[in-house]
């Protein structure tokens, strides 16, 4: 399994466009073979893609970008992290908690994001990470906060920090579960926000995107699935699946471009099948999920 940083969010799994189903249509696709060439950097005016996930952090700019407010109420109440006491629900939290923090965050919302960020400190040692591996994050914090620039570095470094730890102390189940927990909470951030939006159709698209990290996010817990709290995430993950393979991505073959090295492919662009109708069943489903992560 790669570094987390490279399995967050919002992105596209390759591996999907290579199987999906082909088009009848000679200037769009959604299966065909692709190599990329590093030597071909893509132009400006392309739209960049990725498919592989986004950190938290790099969610919320893609929210902000397209006009998104701050909206509290769809968060994670920072109170409420003493209740989790298994570690596999805690790993699930760590990635909820990640991804909210993220949200505070990117919005200027420093006494929520100190919060959630005190609530890491407060989980991550219940699943055997040593508090002493954030030294460097805690004692800079107020650094952090009193520069801009560097204040999206917290989630990255608290999860790539926390991802080497795990897997060095053969526990990538819990790493994978984080994974899982941020990546439904980003989800159903992106589908709340699309609730107070439903005209935004950039939030829309970026929602019919995760039909493909979806299917790396079941790759990857499939890995666990011995275990039963994975096991029971994963049938909840397929039937989330059923909802996403209703509708199909087609991108215009014009000017489409692969990067394998930085995990990134560029089109001047692509329709989706994804109705508000359907959004709002996956919506559905999501909340259903996420409740069910909330203790």
Same mark, same amino acid.
């Given at each position: 399994?790669?570094?987390?940083?490279?399995?967050? =969010?919002?992105?596209?799994?390759?591996?999907? /466009?290579?199987?999906?189903?082909?088009?009848? #249509?000679?200037?769009?696709?959604?299966?065909?073979?692709?190599? $990329?060439?590093?030597?071909?950097?893509?132009? %400006?005016?392309?739209? @960049?893609?990725? !498919?592989?996930?986004?950190?938290?952090?790099?969610?919320?700019?893609?929210?902000?970008?397209?006009?998104?407010?701050?909206?509290?109420? *769809?968060?994670?109440?920072?109170?409420?992290?003493?209740?989790?006491?298994?570690?596999?629900?805690? &790993?699930?939290?760590?990635?909820?908690?990640?991804?909210?923090? #993220?949200?505070?965050?990117?919005?200027?919302?420093?006494?929520?994001? &100190?919060?959630?960020?005190?609530?890491?400190?407060?989980?991550?040692?219940?699943?055997?990470?040593?508090?002493?591996?954030?030294?460097?994050?805690? %004692?800079?914090?107020?650094?952090?906060?009193?520069?801009?620039? #560097?204040?999206?570095?917290?989630?990255?470094?608290?999860?790539?920090?926390?991802?080497? =730890?795990?897997?060095?102390?053969?526990?990538?189940?819990?790493? &994978?579960?984080? /994974?899982?927990?941020?990546?439904?909470?980003?989800?159903?951030? $992106?589908?709340?926000?699309?609730?107070?939006?439903?005209?935004?159709? @950039? *939030?829309?698209?970026?929602?019919?995107?995760?039909?493909?990290?979806?299917?790396?996010?079941?790759?990857?817990?499939?890995?666990?699935?011995?275990?039963? !709290?994975?096991?029971?995430?994963?049938?909840?993950?397929?039937?989330?699946?059923?909802?996403?393979?209703?509708?199909? *991505?087609?991108?215009?073959?014009?000017?489409?471009?692969?990067?394998?090295?930085?995990?990134?492919?560029?089109?001047?662009? !692509?329709?989706?099948?994804?109705?508000?109708?359907? &959004?709002?069943?996956?919506?559905?489903?999501?909340? @259903?999920?996420?409740?069910?992560? /909330?203790?």
């Amino acid at each position: 399994m790669k570094a987390m940083q490279f399995i967050f =969010f919002l992105g596209l799994g390759i591996f999907l /466009v290579l199987t999906s189903c082909q088009n009848n #249509s000679t200037d769009k696709i959604i299966n065909q073979t692709f190599e $990329a060439d590093s030597k071909n950097m893509p132009d %400006d005016n392309l739209r @960049e893609i990725f !498919y592989s996930m986004y950190l938290p952090n790099e969610m919320s700019r893609l929210l902000e970008r397209v006009g998104a407010n701050f909206y509290p109420e *769809i968060l994670m109440p920072d109170e409420d992290f003493s209740r989790y006491s298994e570690e596999n629900d805690i &790993a699930t939290a760590i990635g909820i908690y990640g991804v909210d923090l #993220s949200y505070a965050q990117i919005y200027e919302q420093n006494l929520l994001s &100190a919060k959630y960020l005190t609530t890491l400190k407060f989980l991550t040692p219940k699943i055997g990470i040593p508090e002493d591996l954030y030294t460097d994050l805690y %004692d800079n914090f107020e650094n952090y906060f009193s520069n801009p620039d #560097s204040l999206d570095k917290i989630t990255s470094l608290f999860y790539m920090k926390t991802d080497e =730890f795990l897997k060095e102390a053969g526990k990538n189940a819990h790493a &994978a579960l984080i /994974v899982m927990g941020g990546w439904i909470e980003a989800l159903y951030i $992106a589908n709340k926000i699309l609730e107070y939006n439903s005209n935004n159709i @950039e *939030i829309l698209d970026r929602i019919a995107e995760q039909k493909y990290s979806l299917n790396s996010l079941i790759s990857l817990m499939n890995n666990y699935q011995d275990d039963t !709290y994975i096991a029971e995430s994963i049938a909840q993950l397929k039937k989330l699946k059923q909802s996403f393979d209703k509708f199909d *991505i087609y991108y215009n073959q014009k000017g489409f471009q692969i990067d394998t090295i930085n995990k990134t492919f560029f089109t001047e662009g !692509y329709e989706s099948g994804l109705t508000m109708d359907l &959004a709002s069943e996956i919506n559905q489903l999501i909340i @259903e999920i996420r409740n069910g992560f /909330v203790l």
